[in-house]
């Protein structure tokens, strides 16, 4: 495909290119040039509307070039409830982090939930003990199903409790992926769920925690993946205080991630987040060493991981002739 323009790439053009093993490869590799300081300094913009908010995120990677990428995404929650519509959507740019040039703009719904996924499932391969076989999903939504789907890929999975507040998405989630993954999956109550898992995963909207810290065995590694927005919490911040806390990317932890509550609650300082999953994967501090530990892993979501995901897309695309190119009129 000859370069002429912009590169415009839908869901479905997108949702083609990349499995989730290749998502899990290239977010792995953006957390570990995030620690060796090979990026773009990244960061983030909240917005709250009146039924939603809107975030942008931005950041860049050096690669065999550099490579720029910024997100705008909303998240409306009642979106399919009342309109049929998803309840995250937007849009990604990515560009030639060295001219400037816009290469490619994709719907960012597919790379969204992915790169999500993905990030749980390399923190999961560093922070989780090997042997992880029960796991506790709190939210069957979309995410919550991508969740289960990555952490597939890099653990024996046999057993899954599944928790949600609406019995429909309950259902629909047991059935399907039940079907898909082969896996034993049981309608969980939360306690009892989360002291027989070796892994909890909460992917909610929850503006209120839920995950008590007596609720979690020792050994266990908890990912917090909701809470990418100051209002947003699902654990209670014991949870962190009390445990060993890896962050994706710090700054933003403070910010808007689980973090941010423990710290506001007065029961930690930044100093005492172990480290950024980044520098586990770069060798510069071991992850998991002991099988008592409990583990919990702040994810606020990067742009880093979008980054790293549409650079894979884009180029694959140019590789099957896939998308739609356009210039901007003069």
């Given at each position: 495909?000859?370069?002429?323009?912009?590169?415009?790439?839908n869901?479905?053009?997108?949702?083609?290119?990349?499995?989730?093993?290749?998502y899990?490869?290239?977010v792995?590799?953006?957390?570990?040039?995030?620690?060796?300081?090979n990026?773009?300094?990244?960061?983030?913009?909240?917005?709250?509307?009146?039924?939603?908010?809107?975030?942008?995120?931005a950041?860049?990677l050096?690669l065999?070039?550099?490579?720029?990428c910024?997100?705008?995404?909303?998240g409306?929650?009642?979106?399919?409830?009342k309109?049929?519509?998803?309840?995250?959507?937007g849009?990604?740019?990515?560009c030639?982090?060295?001219?400037?040039?816009p290469l490619?703009?994709?719907?960012?719904i597919?790379?969204?939930?992915?790169?999500?996924g993905?990030?749980t499932?390399?923190?999961?391969?560093?922070?989780?003990?090997?042997?992880?076989?029960t796991i506790?999903?709190?939210?069957?939504?979309?995410?919550?199903?991508?969740?289960?789907?990555?952490l597939n890929?890099?653990?024996?999975?046999?057993?899954?409790?599944a928790?949600?507040?609406?019995?429909?998405?309950?259902?629909?989630?047991?059935?399907?992926?039940?079907?898909?993954?082969?896996?034993?999956i049981?309608?969980?109550?939360?306690?009892?769920?989360?002291l027989?898992?070796?892994?909890?995963?909460?992917?909610?909207?929850?503006?209120?925690?839920?995950?008590?810290?007596?609720y979690?065995?020792?050994?266990?590694f908890?990912?917090?993946?909701g809470?990418d927005?100051?209002?947003?919490?699902?654990?209670?911040?014991?949870?962190?205080?009390?445990?060993?806390?890896?962050?994706?990317?710090?700054?933003?932890?403070i910010?808007?991630?689980?973090?941010?509550?423990?710290?506001?609650?007065?029961?930690?300082?930044?100093?005492?987040?172990?480290?950024?999953?980044?520098?586990?994967?770069?060798?510069?501090?071991?992850?998991?060493?002991?099988?008592?530990?409990?583990?919990?892993y702040?994810?606020?979501?990067?742009?880093?991981?979008?980054?790293?995901?549409?650079?894979?897309?884009?180029k694959?695309?140019l590789?099957?002739?896939v998308?739609?190119?356009?210039?901007?009129?003069?």
């Open positions: 495909m000859s370069l002429n323009g912009t590169l415009l790439l869901r479905s053009n997108i949702s083609s290119l990349l499995n989730m093993k290749e899990i490869d290239v792995e590799q953006a957390f570990e040039l995030h620690s060796k300081g990026i773009l300094k990244s960061g983030l913009l909240h917005f709250d509307s009146d039924e939603g908010e809107f975030h942008i995120k950041g860049g050096r065999e070039k550099l490579y720029f910024s997100k705008s995404n909303s409306f929650f009642n979106n399919k409830i309109y049929g519509l998803p309840n995250i959507q849009l990604i740019i990515l030639d982090g060295e001219k400037g040039t490619a703009l994709f719907d960012s597919d790379i969204t939930i992915k790169r999500t993905a990030a499932a390399v923190a999961a391969k560093y922070l989780a003990r090997s042997d992880s076989k506790t999903i709190c939210g069957c939504g979309t995410e919550g199903r991508i969740q289960l789907r990555a890929e890099v653990m024996p999975l046999e057993k899954v409790f928790i949600d507040s609406n019995p429909q998405n309950l259902q629909d989630f047991i059935r399907d992926m039940s079907d898909q993954l082969g896996i034993s049981l309608p969980g109550t939360l306690k009892e769920s989360v027989q898992s070796d892994i909890c995963v909460t992917c909610t909207p929850s503006k209120s925690y839920f995950l008590k810290n007596e979690i065995p020792k050994g266990a908890v990912a917090a993946v809470a927005s100051p209002d947003k919490n699902e654990l209670e911040p014991t949870v962190l205080s009390e445990n060993k806390v890896v962050a994706d990317i710090l700054e933003q932890c910010s808007v991630g689980e973090i941010h509550h423990a710290i506001s609650a007065g029961l930690m300082a930044a100093e005492n987040v172990y480290g950024e999953i980044g520098e586990i994967i770069a060798g510069e501090k071991p992850g998991r060493i002991s099988n008592d530990e409990i583990i919990v702040d994810a606020t979501g990067t742009a880093l991981q979008d980054t790293a995901a549409a650079v894979a897309i884009y694959k695309a590789n099957s002739n998308g739609t190119w356009f210039k901007f009129p003069k």
